[in-house]
Structure formats: structure tokens, C-alpha cells
């Protein structure tokens, strides 16, 4: 069995699933002939903490630990603790740029941090790396972004060491809807980064395709065979056993987060349109939010007409997540209205598959995840501007819940190709494959 050097700030005890994908890799890929060593912070500043996660480590696993320097608790000062329970990393809309020191705090996050706010861990990680490449004998490399600081330990390791690359990503880099708005400067030096990290990583490992067509619009002097697909995914292992009881509310759960872009309006309004046509009584309707949201989120569902059924829950170890959809007879989910949302896939909505709940989501057309859950035919999706529509879809599965019937015939097959086991292999295929070049 080869040793694989996995360089991730999100880890256990970092919670959200930017950390689900890689413990889930840790967890599978020796059984496809990869031992796994973990590098990762010690002292890490996440934007969610799940200590139940650190159980679910296998027990004889490494896991090196670094210091990081980081300066969100500077940040959070500065701005008075103002938004402190959403990333900071998350670009805000205009509307919760607000006041100096928050356009300040933008422009300095902007112009100095690059690629972003984890530059302080490189010192430390990189002479980690090393060590552990000599003390385990490390065969190959892999790193896990964002942060792009990850991208860069490995680089570095890379050049030093020569050692194979697989460099990882579940976002795109430059000119994505989290990256700062930088002045051209910084934003030169940027992409200068995310150029030679293309370029110099053996092989290119994205969560979503779009990743990769972002990739190769930006660089097509590329190689795209360089770069593979692995999607996320679910563990079925993960999942609580509890048994699904019809109550006399038709419960319909998010769980996430909610923010800028990202938010329920549209659904809301789809809901009070049912209303006011008779189709929805707010007293049969029960709205589950599990998660972490915006100031401007939680103004919204406070605001609605279907308040009095909104619950809104603060966010919660996983395995609970993952029982809310359990206990749901819907599931909502919404991706940020951008122009830069049509190929993101959330890691969330393979767990929501894997729940078996139905699904609504809000998302572009012909987005790649109204492809994922038409072509699974396990619910359906329409955009953000087409409030009608999405209240058809709502108004369709509650007259299933009502009748006690299945809204879709899903294709449990393909589904199940979806465990987390299965991006394990495919991982353990790329490393086989850069190791032998």
C-alpha cells in the first residue's frame, strides 16, 4: 500500500462539506490501495465547528497538525463581531458592504490576502510536509481546495520534492462568486497563482464539471485529460437509523447555509402565492431552515407570511442534519443567483438524494443540478425568477403528501453510484495513474 500525502484545512473538527469530502476520501481510500496521512491546522478559525466529526476519523489514521496564523478573530474585532456567524471568506452583496470599516476590511482581505485569508499556514505546512514525506515515505500528493493556500503547500512540495500532485478542488479559483473583488494587482498575482497551479499539478481532480471547463476557458493551452471529474457524494453509513412518520404537516427541509445570493425569496413568495390561491394553508405547512444564515435570511423569514411556520434551527453536527432530511417529505434546495451558478453542484444535494426525500430546487436552467435530479428523477428545479413554476412544483408534492403518494419514480441504480465509497476509487484510479507516469 503507497502512502498519499493530503494536505486540507477542512478537517475535522471543521464542520460542512468541504470537510465531508475529504474525510470521506480518508476514510475509503485504502481500501483501493492508498494510505492516507493528513495535513491539516491546528488551530483552525471555521466558519462551522462539528466536534462529532473527529469520531468519525478511522482511529489509526495520521493526522499532522499545524499552527496557522489567521486573522478573521482581528477581522470580527475590527468590525465590531458583525456577521461573525457566517464566512468571512464569503463575498458579501452590496447591501451588507455597509460602513467603513467594512469596505476597509473588504479592500484589505482583497489586496493582501492572496490566494486567500490561510496564506499564514504556508510556512508552517510546508515544513511539515517535508518531515512527513521523509518519516512515511510518501508516494504521491494531494491537496484539497479551497483555501487555494492548500494548492500552494502542495506546489511548493511539488517543486522541492517532485513527488506526483493530484491537486483538488470543489470551486473554482479566480473569478468565481467568492473571489474578492481585487484591484488589478492582487488580482494579476492571483491568477498568476492559479495558473502555475494548473499547469505544475500532475493531475487535476474537480467536484463539479464546471470546475473543470472554468479551468480550460481561463487556460486552454491545458491539457484536458489532465483533469477528472470525481463528484461528491453521500455515505449511506452516515445516516441515523429513523424511521419516516407522515405527521399532519407537510414538512418541507433546507439545511445549509443562506446568504447574499443565496436565499429563500423566491420560495417564500412561491408560497404565498399558493396561499392566496387556496392551495397552502400556513397551519398544514411546516419550514424546517437548519443551518447558518444572514442577517438579511432570517429578516426574510420573519417577515413572510408562513412565519408562523417557519422553524428555524442554528446549525447542528451532521448526523442531525442528515435526520431532518430523513424526517422531511421535501427538501429544498437553493443555489446562489448568479451567472456563475449554472454548474455548481452542492455537496449537499447528493445527501439529499441519498435521504430519499423529495427534492425542489431553485437553480439556473438547465443547470447542472436541474440535470442531476431530473435525470435521477428524484424531483425538480426551476430558477429563481419563475415563482409560478416553483409553486407548481411545491403544490405538486403536497397534493402527493396528501394523497399519501410517491411524487417520482426515482432511479435508485444510478442514485447509488453516488456513495462516497465510489469517489474514493476514483480518486485512488487517479493516483495509481499519476504514480506510474
Not at 491545458?222 to 429513523?242: A, I, M, Q, T, W
Request: net charge positive; aromatic share 10%.
Amino acid at each position: 500500500m503507497k502512502n498519499v500525502l493530503i494536505v486540507a484545512y477542512h478537517f475535522p473538527p471543521g464542520g460542512g462539506p468541504g470537510v465531508q469530502r475529504v474525510l470521506k476520501h480518508v476514510t475509503y481510500l485504502r481500501q483501493f490501495g492508498w494510505n492516507p496521512i493528513v495535513l491539516t491546522v491546528l488551530n483552525g478559525d471555521f466558519p462551522a465547528r462539528d466536534e462529532s466529526l473527529l469520531k468519525k476519523i478511522p482511529s489509526d489514521v495520521v493526522v499532522i497538525r499545524t499552527k496557522i496564523i489567521e486573522p478573521y478573530s482581528l477581522y470580527r474585532k475590527f468590525i465590531g463581531g458583525k456577521g461573525a456567524s457566517i464566512d468571512v471568506n464569503v463575498n458579501k452583496t452590496a447591501d451588507q458592504r455597509t460602513g467603513f470599516k467594512e469596505k476597509f476590511a473588504e479592500w484589505i482581505r482583497a489586496t493582501f490576502f492572496i490566494p486567500d485569508a490561510r496564506i499564514g499556514w504556508l510556512p508552517t505546512a510546508k515544513k511539515s510536509a517535508l518531515k512527513a514525506i521523509t518519516d512515511y515515505k510518501i508516494s504521491a500528493v494531494y491537496s484539497s481546495s479551497p483555501p487555494y493556500t492548500c494548492a500552494l503547500i502542495a506546489r511548493s512540495i511539488k517543486r522541492k520534492t517532485g513527488l506526483p500532485w493530484v491537486a483538488g478542488f470543489r470551486d473554482p479559483w479566480t473569478n468565481f462568486l467568492t473571489t474578492p473583488e481585487r484591484w488589478f494587482v492582487p488580482a494579476m498575482i492571483d491568477k498568476k497563482l492559479e495558473r502555475t497551479v494548473f499547469e505544475e499539478a500532475d493531475a487535476v481532480e474537480s467536484a463539479w464539471q464546471g470546475i473543470t471547463e472554468d479551468a480550460l476557458q481561463k487556460y486552454p493551452h491545458l491539457n484536458r485529460e489532465k483533469f477528472h471529474h470525481v463528484p461528491n457524494g453521500y455515505d449511506s453509513s452516515d445516516f441515523p437509523v429513523v424511521q419516516y412518520q407522515r405527521t399532519d404537516k407537510f414538512t418541507i427541509t433546507y439545511t445549509g447555509s443562506l446568504y447574499g445570493h443565496r436565499n429563500p425569496a423566491s420560495f417564500l413568495a412561491a408560497l404565498e402565492l399558493l396561499n392566496k390561491s387556496g392551495v397552502l394553508d400556513v397551519n398544514k405547512v411546516s419550514l424546517r431552515f437548519v443551518g447558518r444564515f444572514g442577517a438579511e435570511v432570517d429578516a426574510m423569514l420573519q417577515s413572510t407570511l408562513f412565519a408562523p411556520a417557519v422553524d428555524r434551527i442554528q446549525y447542528v453536527p451532521h448526523e442531525k442534519s442528515i435526520e431532518y432530511a430523513l424526517t422531511s417529505d421535501a427538501l429544498l434546495i437553493i443555489v446562489d443567483d448568479t451567472k456563475e451558478s449554472a454548474e455548481i453542484v452542492p455537496g449537499k444535494v447528493y445527501e439529499y438524494l441519498g435521504a430519499g426525500r423529495p427534492i425542489i430546487g431553485i437553480a439556473p436552467k438547465g443547470s447542472a443540478i436541474e440535470r442531476l435530479v431530473h435525470g435521477v428523477n428524484a424531483g425538480r428545479c426551476t430558477n429563481q425568477d419563475d415563482v409560478s413554476g416553483l409553486a407548481e412544483i411545491i403544490s405538486n408534492l403536497y397534493k402527493h403528501w396528501k394523497n399519501n403518494t410517491n411524487a417520482f419514480e426515482r432511479n435508485e441504480t444510478e442514485i447509488e453510484k453516488f456513495e462516497r465509497k465510489q469517489s474514493a476509487e476514483q480518486l485512488a484510479r487517479i493516483l495509481d495513474k499519476v504514480t506510474q507516469l
